[in-house]
Every structure is written in C-alpha cells, then in structure tokens.
C-alpha cells in the first residue's frame, strides 16, 4: 500500500488544535484552536471527502484517533457523512504504546516496532494507507522514509504558537511537487513526494 500523510496546517507550520479548542488542544497553554473551521469552500471540502474515500486503511497516533473515534466514530450525524462511512467500513491502526482497549471497530494498536509494522502494511497489495493529522506520528514516518506521499491543506492563518508540523532542528528532505491547486477562500492543496535530500550550495 501507498501511505499518504494528510494534514491541515497553517501558514506557519501550526498542526495543534486545527478542529477546536477541547482539553487536548489546549496543552502546553495553546489558546488558538479551531483555525480550520469554515475554512476553504465546497470544492476542497469534496477533494477531502474523496481522499478519505479512496482508503483502503487508515493510520492513526493516539490523540488523533481517540478524537477521531468520539466524534466520526461516535455521533450519529458524523457517521452518517460519506467520511464518517469511509473510516467505519475501513480497518483502522493506531500507533501506541499506551491504549489498550480501541472502542471503535475493526481498530488493530501497533504497539511493537512501529517501524517493521507500518513496513508490513505497506507490504500489503494495493490500496492507499491513509494518516490523518497525528503531527507526531507523521514527524516520525518522515524520519523513517515511511511515507510515499504527503498531502499539506494549508489554510490561510498565521496563529504564532502552537505544536508545529516540521520541528525547529529535524531532518531536511526535497519534495517533487505532484499536485496544487487553490480554492476561493485562498485555502492551497499541496500534494508532494519524498525526492531524499536537498541540494545544497557548495561551501566556498
């Protein structure tokens, strides 16, 4: 399987606490959530709906699947939204060392070596292995060459603080750019592929 990251993100690399303000997003005294409510129009809305829906699994890191099972996983009117449907019908992995009882069904927890683990789903035949936000996981699927594509929904904020996608001192990697597109209310698409390192000036 192909795994894709995809991620919401602000101008400024923000990750933290894009759907609301709850308990979780309010961490490390982050006062800023909600950034991407309302945000882009009815075009990208349904380029995220088919993102899902093309699935054939999907990868979650704790915090993002617990929030993704209370509400997709749980209310009814999420449920019932071609999304809802998309993440219900398909298996669903969760990286962590710390859950042990998943309540959504068809959850499976990696809780071993991450690493030998996503390298076996993606041994797998066909389909698409999908990361939803999970900043942290998708840090360390970059660190570890794990990931095929990378899908940045950049919304068009600047928040100032909060947990940020690529940290200050990580990894350096290019990107060959695959897709791009921008809707109406300035919210851009950016789809890319891992293409090793950079290139670099020469020292003199």
Do not use: C
């Amino acid at each position: 399987m192909k795994l894709t990251t995809v991620t919401q993100v602000t101008i400024d690399g923000v990750v933290q606490g894009n759907g609301g303000a709850s308990e979780e997003d309010r961490r490390n005294g982050f006062e800023r959530g909600g950034w991407a409510k309302g945000a882009g129009d009815d075009e990208t809305r349904a380029f995220i709906t088919r993102t899902y829906q093309r699935a054939e699994a999907f990868l979650f890191g704790r915090r993002t699947y617990e929030l993704f099972a209370g509400s997709w996983g749980s209310i009814d009117q999420l449920r019932a939204h071609p999304i809802g449907v998309a993440l219900h019908e398909a298996p669903k992995y969760v990286a962590s060392t710390t859950l042990t009882a998943p309540g959504w069904q068809d959850t499976t927890v990696l809780g071993g070596d991450l690493a030998a683990a996503v390298s076996e789903l993606k041994a797998k035949p066909g389909g698409e292995l999908q990361v939803h936000g999970s900043g942290a996981l998708t840090r360390w699927l970059l660190e570890n060459d794990l990931v095929d594509e990378m899908i940045l929904i950049v919304i068009p904020v600047i928040l100032g603080q909060g947990a940020r996608l690529f940290p200050d001192a990580g990894p350096d990697l290019a990107l060959d750019l695959v897709e791009s597109r921008v809707d109406s209310k300035g919210v851009t698409i950016q789809v890319y592929r891992p293409a090793g390192r950079p290139q670099y000036a020469p020292t003199a």
